[in-house]
Each structure stands twice: as structure tokens, then as C-alpha cells.
């Protein structure tokens, strides 16, 4: 029996009890891993957080090399941390996982140069334009070039657009307009040529901010300057999963020459509040029993449902394999998501295909089905 038939025959065993005290398989084989079943189609990514990073986390430590081949560093490049002064550095946590990426020879992706949350708090006390785009070009052009040859691609602009497709209202729009995105791909591929420029977002797939996203890069383009990719980060809920409309993301931004990659993929079995959309990291709400219905584990109808939308969504993936480069999950296990501190702080969430102690769900295996 090859070791994918008995991944797959495997999946049995994890269909009954709830998550948290499902007994698991007495040996789970991670052979032949996720980034294995899939050579060929598309890179397999994960974020991965400080204590990964640094391999204090002796239940990742194994895994995350024989699953994935393309990591991202969770938040440790964020400005807040990186760049905390206007002349002051902080490289002593961002080294690491560019470190890490090149030991295991795995892709590697800087996340973000500009984005309009967790800056830190001095640029709030910006109001030069000309100061901006000082310190824009000094925070792309020292990053950028550090880890020249080392980051593969860069998410160089992260959420500039409304869910209706205009221009969010950042600091740095409203201080610089749209010429603030055309400035910072252009800092960025003079500081590191040989590396991919991306922009990256969520809600990309719904098709006003997808008009707003394929404006964008149409701007960039005209004007000749570089983009490489687009970055659909897709946060969804199992709740409202619309294929239809991610496929035709699919099809629209591979249209306009860049490459497709779906960057921050979870999908949350959680009650929604106020039919709240996206990921919008200030978007917070006070917690209730009520939104938080699964804490000591989550029963099997949920679990199936959750492993028949990976599935359907890997199968479309599969079928545009031929514009899609990688699939990078936002996290390792379930015991990491950001989602269970968003949009309600201190829920149990399950929007992953590793469990709190890093075994497979059914959903990991029903993406591997697809494979067999």
C-alpha cells in the first residue's frame, strides 16, 4: 500500500468525536506531506508565528517542513516591529525566518512593506507628504535590499482598497493619493530587482473590489511599472464560500498577466457577527456564548462540512493550477489562528486542517483525496 492510499484510507479514523478528544491515529505518517502531492500545481505555504520561526515549538518543528515549502513570516516584518523609529531598526526577530527559509530551502515571502495597520506609532505623526514618502522610501529601500536574494517575493502593498473598490483612507493615501502605491512598487524593485512584487488583500474575489484590484494593476502597468502578482488572501467562512466568484478572480487577474496566488487561506466555522466580510484587523466585537459555540471541540457535522469546502476549494485551485503559483494557509494548526482573537477575542476557532495538537483533520485528508 503506497503511503498516499493510507493517508487517504486513514481519514476514517478521524471521523468520529469531537476535535479537542478525538483519539488519534497511533501513527500519523506525515509522508508524503502537502508540498509532495502537490509539485507540479503549486507552491504549499503556511505563515508561521515567533515560536515556529525559532523552532521553540516542538509540535511544529517537524511538521512544517515535510507539509509545506513556501513559508510567511506571520507579523515579525510588520513595521511596528521592524521599523518601531524613524532611523531606528529592529532586525534581530526578521532575520529569523529568512534564516529559516534558506536552511530548508523553502520560498519565501516578506510580509509587508506598506500597510496601513500595526505601523508604528511615529508615523501617525506624519503630516508631510513629503515626509511620507521619505520614510516610505527609506522603509522599502533598507528592507527591501537586507534581504535582497534572500525574500523570493514581497507583499509590497497589503489592503489599499474599500470593499466597494475605491482607494481606502489611509495615512498613506490621504496624504500622498494613489501615487503612494505606484512609489512603493517602484522603491521596492529598485531595492531588490530580482525579486516578485506583489499586491495583496482580501475580498479581492467579490467582484467590486475585484473592478478596484484589476484597476490597480491596469494603473500599474500603463505606467510600466512592475507587478508580478496578486495575492487573494482568502479569509472565508464555510458558512458563504462562493466559488463561482473565486474562479472568476482566478480567470480575471490571470488575465492581466501577473501570477495568481491565494495568500491567507483559513476558513472559519464560526457564527459571524453582523455578517461582518473580510479581515480587517480593526474590526472588533464583544464576545457572547453565542458566537463562540464550539470550545471543547468541534462536532463531526462541522468537521465534515469544513473538509467538504477544502476540498472544493483545492479541486478549483487544481483546475487553474495553470495560473495559480501558491496556496499559503494563514497558520499551522488551529491552536494558532489569529480567528480566535478576530473579530471576537478568546473563541475557539477551527478554520485550519491541523488540529491543536498538529494532526490531520478530515479536511487535510480530503484535500488529499483529490490527489490519489
Partial sequence: MSSLTWIVLSSVLLWTGAETFRPQPAAFNPEPGLKAVFTGDFLIGAALNTSQILEQDSLAKDLIPVQFNSVTAENIMKCEIIHPGWSDYNFTLADKPAEYAEKRQMHFVGHTLIWHSQLAPFIRQIKSPDSLDLFMKNHITTIASRYKGK???WDVVNEALEENGSMRKSIFFNLLGESYIEKAFQYAQAAAPGT???YNDYNIEQPAKRAGAIALV???KEKGIRIDGVGIQGHWS???LNLQHIEESVKEFSALGVKVMFTELDLTVLPNPWDLRGADVNQNFESNPAMNPYPQGLPDSVNAVLADKYKALFALFLKHKDRISRVTFWGVSDRNSWLNNWP?????NYPLVFDRNYQPKP???????LKK
Fill in 151 to 153: 525574500v523570493d517575493g
Fill in 196 to 198: 516578485e512584487l506583489y
Fill in 218 to 220: 491596469k494603473r500599474l
Fill in 238 to 240: 464555510i458558512h458563504s
Fill in 344 to 348: 471576537i477575542r478568546n473563541r475557539t
Fill in 363 to 369: 479536511a487535510y485528508y480530503s484535500i488529499l483525496s
